[in-house]
């Protein structure tokens, strides 16, 4: 969830020899959007006064400068001129541009706004392309669904970047063993996205979770136990253990004000703590909303971030493998060992198991407590910022109903692919995660926010992951990775 309130700015332009001020242009608009701001969860800064000058221009760029906005709405409320634009550049760091029709298509033309948004447009793009000022225009007026739907894709992707700008994601222990595709440089990352990454060691969490009492720990075992809807643990103290790690992890990020979590899971867990803490990230996904990737992923844990601003849920998203392949139903199993939060569940619900690898060959297991379930029939999105933030993943895709369960751990089948807005084949899409050699994780939330992670892409200035459609020959050249 956001944390952070966008805060827009509104200022609407004119000349004196046009209506705006005779339709209401301004107040109309305000009125507008003081409303939309209660709706989309925003905070709105007005320039009320008629702007008919550069010099008005210039008093208005300077009031919503010191309120330090982060996204300027500039309606040209009529014909406007160029030097009306030139002090309102440098007043927020991203800009958009609004025009509305006229009153009347025929007669004595009243507004003129659209020729301004088009020419105001154009100088942003040739006599101040040294700039590289990001903006977005809008059409229509304040209450119309054209507006509105193209605004609010805006807000919901702008409060995601100042939130991703403000981020800080607690980093515990360190990349899993052999996970060399996931390393990453914590200055570019920061330096592109102003994601901060604060490191702790494994001791400091397992000896946080050593130091709670019994009494706690018991009333939350006794509610995580009561959730599930089936129980196959081997050793019930294993409960004790990742209980203890679950409130440990949930206190941690609380002291700190983390939004993430990135842990490294294995193999340095076991012997420290006996346990799989599977379970702990999953019941901190469902009960409080909080991301937290496994293996030490700190990438994967700010793609889970990201998609949970975005979607504005109470439950946090996951962080999945690409697993299994189903050419026939044109379907991809997305697994992981028992990490998914219990939202995902179909009506068989979630089961509280041994882990399904750690330890199930070896003297010393096996280890629990980690997550059993298969995921209800979903619309979803699945993501990933990669590249130490330059890249973007951006898939839509159904959960699907399907003749095999999976694997055992958190799972589902994957099916009608849209990569970029674009329908994908599975082989297409399959080709081109390995083919650009895409990280192997995946961030998967609920519902569909393609739209609003395209915005974010395009004013971070990020690369989408294009198509590279199967072929049967070898794939180099032109592949960007």
Request: aromatic fraction near 10%; include cysteine; proline fraction near 5%.
């Given at each position: 969830m956001a944390k952070h309130k966008l805060r827009v700015g509104y200022i609407g332009t004119s000349i004196s020899s046009y209506f705006a001020g005779e339709y209401n242009q301004r107040p109309r608009a305000i009125g507008g959007l003081e409303k939309l701001s209660q709706e989309l969860d925003f905070e709105l800064i007005a320039v009320h006064d008629d702007v008919m000058t550069e010099e008005g221009s210039i008093r208005a760029a300077a009031f919503l400068r010191e309120r330090q906005i982060d996204f300027l709405l500039l309606q040209t409320a009529a014909c406007s001129m160029g030097e009306q634009l030139l002090p309102l550049v440098?007043?927020?760091?991203?800009?958009?541009?609004?025009?509305?029709?006229?009153?009347?298509?025929?007669?004595?033309?009243?507004?003129?706004?659209?020729?301004?948004?088009?020419?105001?447009?154009?100088?942003?793009?040739?006599?101040?392309?040294?700039?590289?000022?990001?903006?977005?225009?809008?059409?229509?007026?304040?209450?119309?669904?054209?507006?509105?739907?193209?605004?609010?894709?805006?807000?919901?992707?702008?409060?995601?970047?100042?939130?991703?700008?403000?981020?800080?994601?607690?980093?515990?222990g360190n990349l899993s063993p052999g996970f060399n595709d996931m390393i990453f440089d914590e200055r570019t990352l920061r330096s592109r996205l102003g994601i901060a990454v604060l490191p702790?060691?494994?001791?400091?969490?397992?000896?946080?979770?050593?130091?709670?009492?019994?009494?706690?720990?018991?009333?939350?075992?006794?509610?995580?136990?009561?959730?599930a809807s089936a129980i196959t643990v081997t050793e019930d103290s294993a409960f004790d253990r990742v209980t203890r790690l679950y409130l440990a992890m949930r206190d941690l990020a609380s002291e700190f004000d983390y939004d993430a979590l990135a842990v490294q899971c294995w193999p340095n867990f076991q012997p420290y703590y006996r346990v799989a803490p599977c379970m702990a990230y999953s019941w901190l996904g469902s009960e409080d909303g909080l991301a937290v990737s496994c293996e030490g992923d700190v990438l994967g844990a700010a793609s889970m971030y990201l998609l949970n601003v975005l979607s504005g849920r109470q439950g946090s998203s996951t962080l999945l493998d690409m697993t299994a392949l189903d050419p026939a139903t044109n379907?991809?199993?997305?697994?992981?060992?028992?990490?998914?939060?219990?939202?995902?569940?179909?009506?068989?619900?979630?089961?509280?198991?041994?882990?399904?690898?750690?330890?199930?060959?070896?003297?010393?297991?096996?280890?629990?407590?980690?997550?059993d379930q298969v995921f209800a029939p979903q619309e979803t999105t699945v993501s990933y910022i990669g590249d130490d933030g330059s890249s973007l993943l951006v898939i839509r895709a159904e959960i699907i109903e399907h003749a095999k369960k999976g694997f055992d751990g958190?799972?589902?089948?994957?099916?009608?692919?849209?990569?970029?807005?674009?329908?994908?084949?599975?082989?297409?899409?399959?080709?081109?995660?390995?083919?650009?050699?895409?990280?192997?994780?995946?961030?998967?939330?609920q519902g569909d926010v393609t739209d609003e992670l395209m915005e974010f892409a395009a004013w971070k200035g990020m690369r989408l992951i294009e198509r590279v459609p199967e072929a049967k020959y070898l794939q180099l050249e032109g592949v960007n990775v």
């Open positions: 440098k007043a927020a760091p991203r800009l958009g541009l609004w025009a509305t029709p006229d009153p009347e298509q025929d007669g004595e033309i009243k507004l003129h706004s659209v020729v301004s948004m088009s020419h105001f447009a154009s100088i942003l793009k040739r006599y101040l392309k040294h700039e590289n000022i990001p903006f977005k225009w809008f059409y229509g007026h304040v209450e119309t669904e054209q507006f509105r739907d193209r605004f609010a894709v805006t807000i919901r992707a702008l409060t995601a970047v100042v939130n991703i700008e403000r981020s800080r994601i607690g980093w515990i702790h060691e494994l001791a400091e969490l397992v000896e946080r979770a050593k130091a709670y009492d019994p009494a706690p720990v018991h009333t939350t075992v006794k509610e995580i136990k009561s959730a379907a991809m199993l997305m697994w992981h060992c028992g990490v998914s939060p219990r939202h995902f569940a179909n009506d068989d619900g979630i089961k509280w198991v041994d882990h399904v690898t750690l330890g199930r060959k070896g003297d010393d297991g096996p280890y629990g407590v980690a997550g958190t799972r589902g089948w994957f099916a009608e692919f849209e990569l970029n807005k674009e329908p994908a084949s599975l082989m297409d899409l399959i080709n081109t995660l390995t083919v650009r050699g895409h990280e192997h994780h995946f961030a998967v939330g």
